[in-house]
């Protein structure tokens, strides 16, 4: 059971550094999916907190700028968002597609972005999906009373296992990540029920092309490691040659060693091989994505223009 | 504790009130607010019986702090309708039967409605994706389904309103009938009380102690600390039973709260009541108990060495041992055409009913000690609750209250007796509800099994005889282990016609969970061993597994395993309709394939036959590819 005495929730970020200054023993909160389920028996049991500061209505934390080039995204934008928003489903392919994976639409209501990158969880969906947007976050920090933003690349923020780059009362205020209009996305992840797996292996790739040669490829893996990470082998393997499945196949093989799990390796190596191969055969409009996306659409039609048209 | 203040709106009204600051907004409405059509099923996000609308959305509120409601909308199953008026949704889930023990539907009521506000043409495909986040364990979701479609199609004027009440008169059986379903717009609508959902005057919350060990001896038990906080009003230790301490649904020997050892990890050993539930918390984290660990069984094979005893004054770890004596195995083996001998495992199964175990109990005006619980089992619950609290019978009463999903899994009186020591205690009423994880640790889970068997056969498929010997795990208690024996023993040799039977099924002690009832009650763990066997000898005999089944199944006159004289059978009847209703394909189980019209097609594969992939040459023969 979690318990606190106070429960604040700051409307600005002015308003959160002015608050977090004064009480020293809180915790952040945004979505609170994840503390909830935490504060049980076999978990964190009964947890007690004096304070709680819910960051997910600070304003600053709610933007949504849609440039040609950028795209920013405020910490607390929730993946529902990502998974309705239509300018997202053409331009950000992948951020639907986790969508789709991430929990169910309830959830997906209440899960923010931010929370999920701040957690770092080995296993978390988000992380992979937002490495191949080569994305940029915002760390605001507070030094006499004076607020000081701070950009640096997602690799550079999550430093481990539930490690980020965030000291006393630091906040992610957002992540800026590339308009990948035209390119082909794809979003791989194992589990049955998808309303609640945990990644055992998750793959995000993204793909473009220039005429029949890879101009641009960017996989992103999940649920193997401390921290998810870019398969830089692998991308620059397949960047400039022709599409061709035998290609594709040579460059599944590079990045393998990048797995670290303890327990089911050679499993989990012979999904990651399957899911480069699938995710960029996918992301290249090929093996009926199309059909596999729809069926798990439900609420807008998903456009998935293929990288090439 | 501290408090906070709420405004909201909820189903429309305006609200102001003040509440404790930790509370989710699950706790606020039913707490609080007493909509209780709002249910915790899993208190993690993961079950979807405490769907509610936030401004629109529809969340689960067991993840969501109360204080992020503030100012916002909240809709619940009470605002979807009532009993006199209920939406399209709620007249349609009643249509179709959709609730069964109606738990998880207020919940899947709201996803519904979620998915139709969204998506008001919502395909089938559309509705199950977004309905994701909700579980149900009684219905297998397909009348959930059905009444999803149904609504959407009168919401469309696709369907008339008429669909709503197509129910059936019966005739002279209410099998088969589509008969209307009198407590569904209760379940519907959210307006039944589960035990967790009643409230009394001055009632109180009891919470309790838990073994964390497999098998200890319980050197003492500190209450000091958890004594001197604030509202606790009642503690009670197996001491405070004054009459004889114990209860099982066939063997009684399990104690009320653990005496002297533990036997398992979840065994109660305490139990406080409180004025919140956050005191009596407090109170039992504040206990202290000094153990000795013991050597602990987990493994029903070493039970049987009985080098280590769970029950010591039984001076064996046997529950239960069933033996069938029928004909002479020995005999008919040797005249048997073919034996097969195999094992067979089976593993510890949960019920998952989605209403946790709670309960509610007092001591009335009369000092009737009275009990409200989903028990499956009440007159029996009684009369051990008599013999437990020292009490003449017609001073006991159960209520059973609404059952949200049991599956066998609340037959046993495992936290009653807790209830009625504090009520007799405090003179209070106590309330009582467990979380999903305590559940889990603490109640029975059907038996896991290993079974031996030897089966021999004619020719023709005939068996001739059969050796079957089940050893079942019952773990720390009794439960319902010797009756699942008698089931295993008495249905696992199947519906047929063996003539030399020897059938031993045996139930031992260890400290994992207990063993009890669950669906089918011991009979699937052998007859699935049986069923196997009958496949596995399909195969040996290039039979097909529909006909070895016929050859031996029951007919009338025919003696059964435990030699009673059949009037009827129906076993060949109900393996006709199964055969037609899977579109079987006859042959034996190594040539699936041969006759299907759907194969050797372009675009089909072609039949398989022990696995090796088959041409048909020029010559008519079927050669390897």
Same mark, same amino acid.
């Given at each position: 059971m979690l318990r606190y005495d106070n429960y604040f929730i700051p409307k600005t970020l002015k308003e959160y550094f002015d608050l977090t200054s004064k009480i020293k023993d809180c915790r952040i909160v945004a979505g609170c999916t994840d503390i909830l389920p935490w504060a049980r028996e076999g978990r964190g049991g009964d947890v007690f907190l004096k304070n709680v500061v819910d960051v997910s209505r600070i304003k600053e934390l709610n933007v949504f700028k849609f440039g040609s080039k950028k795209v920013l995204l405020g910490a607390a934008t929730n993946y529902q968002k990502l998974f309705l928003d239509k300018k997202i489903r053409k331009s950000l392919k992948v951020l639907p597609q986790v969508s789709v994976w991430f929990a169910d639409d309830q959830i997906r209501e209440l899960a923010t972005i931010g929370g999920n990158i701040v957690n770092a969880s080995p296993a978390g969906d988000g992380m992979p999906a937002f490495l191949t947007l080569n994305t940029k976050v915002t760390v605001a920090s507070s030094k006499n009373k004076k607020i000081i933003k701070q950009k640096m690349p997602l690799e550079k923020f999550v430093k481990g296992r539930n490690k980020v780059a965030l000291k006393n009362n630091d906040l992610l205020v957002d992540l800026e990540v590339e308009n990948t209009d035209g390119y082909g996305a794809c979003f791989e992840k194992v589990g049955h029920r998808r309303s609640l797996v945990i990644s055992t292996v998750c793959v995000s790739s993204l793909v473009k092309l220039n005429k029949n040669k890879f101009q641009d490829v960017r996989i992103a893996v999940g649920g193997v490691c401390e921290v998810p990470t870019r398969l830089a082998k692998t991308e620059k393997f397949l960047k400039g040659k022709s599409i061709d499945e035998n290609n594709i196949y040579a460059a599944?093989?590079?990045?393998?060693?990048v797995i670290q799990s303890r327990s089911r390796r050679e499993y989990r190596k012979e999904v990651l091989q399957n899911f480069i191969i699938r995710s960029i055969l996918k992301s290249l409009g090929k093996n009926n994505v199309e059909e596999v996306i729809q069926k798990f659409d439900n609420k807008v039609e998903l456009e998935m223009e293929s990288a090439h048209v | 504790m501290s408090n906070m203040e709420l405004n909201l709106t909820v189903n429309g009204k305006k609200i102001k009130k003040t509440t404790q600051s930790h509370y989710r907004l699950l706790d606020f409405l039913r707490e609080d607010l007493d909509l209780t059509g709002t249910k915790e099923g899993c208190g993690a996000g993961e079950c979807g019986t405490c769907s509610v609308f936030i401004n629109g959305k529809l969340v689960k509120s067991c993840l969501v702090p109360a204080a992020k409601a503030d100012g916002a909308k909240i809709e619940t199953v009470e605002g979807m309708g009532n009993p006199e008026k209920m939406s399209e949704i709620q007249k349609a889930f009643c249509a179709t039967g959709a609730s069964q023990c109606g738990f998880c539907i207020p919940g899947m009521v709201m996803a519904a409605t979620s998915t139709l506000r969204n998506n008001p043409k919502a395909n089938l495909e559309q509705i199950k994706e977004e309905m994701g986040g909700n579980i149900c364990?009684?219905? !297998? $979701?397909q009348k959930i389904f059905d009444a999803v479609e149904m609504a959407r199609d009168v919401i469309n004027k696709e369907k008339s309103e008429k669909v709503f009440d197509e129910y059936e008169k019966p005739a002279?059986? =209410? @099998? !088969?009938a589509n008969v209307k379903r009198i407590d569904a717009p209760s379940k519907v609508t959210g307006r039944l009380k589960y035990a967790a959902d009643m409230k009394m005057p001055n009632m109180l919350h009891m919470q309790v102690l838990r073994s964390d060990r497999p098998h200890a001896k319980i050197l003492s038990i500190d209450l000091s600390k958890a004594k001197k906080i604030e509202g606790v009003r009642g503690i009670v230790t197996s001491d405070d039973v004054p009459g004889i301490d114990n209860f099982g649904v066939? @063997?009684? %020997?399990?104690?009320?709260l653990a005496k002297d050892k533990v036997r398992y990890v979840g065994e109660a050993i305490v139990a406080v009541a409180a004025d919140t539930l956050e005191q009596a918390k407090d109170a039992v984290n504040a206990i202290k108990i000094k153990y000795k660990d013991l050597p602990a069984l987990y493994d029903p094979e070493e039970a049987l060495k009985e080098k280590i005893l769970i029950h010591e004054h039984y001076k064996t770890n046997l529950v239960k041992h069933i033996p069938i004596r029928k004909g002479n195995t020995e005999e008919a083996f040797k005249k048997a055409d073919l034996i097969i001998e195999d094992e067979f495992s089976t593993q510890p199964v949960e019920h998952a009913y989605l209403e946790p175990m709670a309960g509610v109990s007092y001591v009335d005006q009369d000092g009737v000690l009275t009990i409200v619980s989903p028990s499956q089992n009440i007159t029996h619950h009684r009369h051990m609750m008599a013999k437990i609290m020292n009490l003449p019978i017609h001073k006991v009463r159960f209520i059973m209250s609404? +059952?949200?999903?049991? =599956?066998?899994? *609340?037959? %046993?009186? @495992? $936290?009653q007796g807790m209830l009625a020591l504090l009520a007799t205690k405090t003179r209070q009423p106590i309330k009582y509800v467990m979380t999903r994880e305590e559940d889990i640790v603490s109640t029975a889970k059907r038996h896991p099994s290993r079974t031996k068997y030897k089966m021999g056969l004619n020719k %023709?498929? *005939?068996? +001739?005889a059969a050796e079957i010997s089940m050893l079942a795990d019952g773990g720390a208690y009794g439960c319902s282990t010797e009756g699942v024996m008698r089931k295993a023993a008495i249905l696992g040799a199947g519906p047929y016609n063996i003539e030399n039977l020897k059938m031993d099924t045996r139930g031992v002690y260890t400290n994992n969970t207990p063993s009890g009832a669950f669906r089918s009650f011991g009979a699937l763990q052998t007859e699935f061993a049986t069923e196997s066997m009958l496949d596995i000898a399909a195969e040996k005999l290039n039979m097909d597994p529909f006909e070895i089944r016929r050859i031996n199944a029951f007919v009338k006159g025919n003696l059964t395993h435990t030699k009673q004289e059949l009037n009827s059978a129906s076993i060949n009847t109900v393996l006709n309709e199964l055969e037609k209703l899977a579109s079987w394909e006859k042959g034996s189980p190594q040539s699936r394939g041969n006759s299907r019209k759907d194969t050797f097609s372009k675009d089909n594969r072609d039949a398989c036959e022990l696995g090796a992939r088959l041409k048909t040459n020029g010559n008519g023969k079927r050669v390897a590819r």
């Open positions: 599944s093989m590079l990045d393998l060693d | 364990r009684c219905t !297998g $979701y002279n059986s =209410f @099998i !088969g066939f @063997i009684e %020997d399990q104690p009320v609404p +059952v949200g999903g049991g =599956f066998g899994g *609340k037959e %046993d009186m @495992i $936290y %023709d498929g *005939k068996i +001739v």
